[in-house]
T-cell receptor, first 110, second 110 residues
Framework: NAGVTQTPKFRVLKTGQSMTLLCAQDMNHEYMYWYRQDPGMGLRLIHYSVGEGTTAKGEVPDGYNVSRLKKQNFLLGLESAAPSQTSVYFC?????????FGPGTRLTVL | GIQVEQSPPDLILQEGANSTLRCNFSDSVNNLQWFHQNPWGQLINLFYIPSGTKQNGRLSATTVATERYSLLYISSSQTTDSGVYFCAVEQMDSSYKLIFGSGTRLLVRP
């Protein structure tokens, strides 16, 4: 039982490049979330999903897209990366109560 | 939207000391969780506590929903307790989305 896993763990991009972050959970959770954490701050919600095939915007959705084609996976895409997207990205999943978090992906955009 | 304020922002303790961390929120909530982010960046669930009191070893938490605050107690602190403690709440009508406070940074000295 791996819980919530994220790939990759680290990535460096140049401005304008694209990439996809993958989140996977093996707890059969309906809800999945993508957050970003900037230095010295709490987490802010980017996008979330309340079930397979659904997605919705969070607090800071601009510049990101998401897809939930399978219940266990939630993908976060950056189509044209910008330095302002340098951050640590966390994925989480939940049933109806607690959210459980993955280990994070540290992304640097040069 | 709902505001989540944590205090104190920073706390330095000598090993063995006790401490109380506070989380105030500005509106009614469905869900409240406490997390510990360790120095390696991992987010660890401490408590799911929308109301009432829970204890887990040296840690305990109390949420008084009617007065819109929650407290996290750490007793006999250890150096491994160092890190950032986050409170996160789900507003009553917010579809399972968590809003994070900015955290309390704790350093426990040997």
């Amino acid at each position: 039982n791996a819980g919530v896993t994220q790939t990759p763990k680290f990535r460096v991009l140049k401005t304008g490049q694209s990439m996809t972050l993958l989140c996977a959970q093996d707890m059969n959770h309906e809800y999945m979330y993508w957050y970003r954490q900037d230095p010295g701050m709490g987490l802010r919600l980017i996008h979330y999903s309340v079930g397979e095939g659904t997605t919705a915007k969070g607090e800071v959705p601009d510049g990101y897209n998401v897809s939930r084609l399978k219940k266990q996976n939630f993908l976060l895409g950056l189509e044209s990366a910008a330095p302002s997207q340098t951050s640590v990205y966390f994925c989480a999943s939940s049933g109806y109560n607690e959210q459980f978090f993955g280990p994070g992906t540290r992304l640097t955009v040069l | 939207g709902i505001q989540v304020e944590q205090s104190p922002p920073d706390l330095i303790l000598q090993e063995g000391a006790n401490s109380t961390l506070r989380c105030n929120f500005s509106d009614s909530v469905n869900n409240l969780q406490w997390f510990h982010q360790n120095p390696w960046g991992q987010l660890i669930n401490l408590f799911y506590i929308p109301s009432g009191t829970k204890q887990n070893g040296r840690l305990s938490a109390t949420t008084v929903a009617t007065e819109r605050y929650s407290l996290l107690y750490i007793s006999s602190s250890q150096t491994t307790d160092s890190g950032v403690y986050f409170c996160a709440v789900e507003q009553m009508d917010s579809s399972y989305k968590l809003i994070f406070g900015s955290g309390t940074r704790l350093l426990v000295r040997p």
